[in-house]
């Protein structure tokens, strides 16, 4: 729906820009393509690695090692599994509120979700060729402390 | 054609191990296959207009208009343009890359940039939306609340603890992708 979103207003965009320049569209679509051809091998290993990881860590693996009881050891486990796998978040939340609902821990799964979406083991190849080898590991560390952080919190007010 | 294997070799050695794994145990590696294949049509379907978008921004914005807004002097204006720049987006955090690229390419404050994917990977309107309703408002608010101050800390940090110089090469790098 959002990505609808998306399509309208960048065709919105792209006809505009049709209509004042014809040659500079052109050039915005040939750059388009070049920056997306760039990256394409990185995104396509990326896919294969997180197809291969959720193959093997299916939801029943994860919420076995992340319940109730398993205190620190869990939610450094579920930081672990949040800060490697990358799925997306219309599968991301449904899988935690399973997970939840089959006995992982609040802060297990507030720390899951955190790193999930702030920590890219996977993707840091990618994030490098962007931004350099030790501003990539510097955001995911941080990412990774601070998401402890959150589920610090999210334990204390939620409880 | 040998350049090209030399490019996508590491997705190619990757489809290798998928389909050992496949061999190995059936199951495992038709699962992984049909994980990747939607994945892979998730993500086609988000990114082409991010990608224009990103391209017309290449084309159109100028990069004196991109420093007054993000840049170094951009102050609280920059910021929030970072925080809504990456909350209004679509997909995931790696889509996010390129687009920072060319944000830092046009002369964009790199702490402003990083805030730019901080937004991007938790603050998304769509995506808070979406936690709310399959994990309670309470516990998407409890999040939300302390990602924004954990955002920006994480900018600063990360811009603090690089020099000049490591900065000077981001952004030339930035320049040649």
Redesign the interface.
């Known amino acids: ?3 609808i ?3 309208i ?3 919105g ?2 006809v505009l ?1 049709f209509i004042k320049d014809k040659k ?2 052109l ?7 070049k ?2 051809e ?2 394409l ?12 990881m ?3 860590l299916s939801p029943e693996v994860i919420s076995g090692l992340i319940g109730e009881e398993s205190g620190w050891f869990g939610m450094l486990i579920a930081s672990l599994v949040g800060s490697v796998t ?1 799925i ?3 599968v991301a ?2 899988l ?2 399973a997970l939840l609902k089959g006995g992982a821990g609040l802060m297990q799964i ?1 720390v899951f ?2 790193t999930l ?2 920590v ?1 083991i996977v ?1 840091i190849p ?2 490098v ?4 080898k ?2 990539a590991l ?2 995911n560390s ?2 990774f402390a ?1 998401s402890f ?2 589920a610090i ?2 334990g204390v ?2 409880r | 054609m040998k350049m090209l294997l030399i490019r996508y070799k590491y997705f190619l050695i990757l489809l290798v191990i998928n389909i050992a794994v496949y061999g190995l145990s059936p199951s495992v590696g038709q699962k992984s296959i049909d994980i990747t294949w939607s994945n892979t049509v998730e993500m086609l379907s988000v990114i082409p207009p991010i990608f224009i978008l990103l391209g017309l921004l290449d084309v159109w914005v100028k990069r004196e208009t991109m420093i007054k807004l993000m840049g170094e002097k951009s102050g609280i204006l920059g910021i929030l343009i970072a925080f809504f720049l990456g909350s209004a987006a679509a997909g995931p955090l790696y889509a996010a890359f390129p687009i920072a690229g060319v944000l830092l390419q046009k002369g964009s404050k790199f702490s402003n940039i990083l805030i730019f994917m901080g937004a991007w990977s938790t603050t998304k309107i769509p995506m808070l939306l979406f936690e709310a309703s399959s994990m309670g408002w309470e516990f998407t608010m409890a999040r939300f609340v302390i990602n924004i101050p954990g955002i920006m800390l994480i900018a600063y940090v990360t811009e603090r603890l690089l020099n000049e110089k490591e900065k000077q090469y981001i952004y030339d790098s930035a320049g040649s992708i």
């Open positions: 729906m959002f990505t979103l998306m399509y207003v960048a065709f965009f792209l820009s500079k569209t050039l915005a679509l040939k750059k388009a393509w920056s997306f760039n990256i091998p990185q995104f396509l290993a990326i896919l294969v690695i997180i197809g291969i959720l193959a093997v990358l997306p978040g219309f939340f449904p935690a509120s507030a979700i955190s979406m702030m890219g993707t990618l994030e060729k962007y931004f350099g030790k501003a510097l955001r941080l990412a601070f952080i959150v919190a999210i007010v939620l």
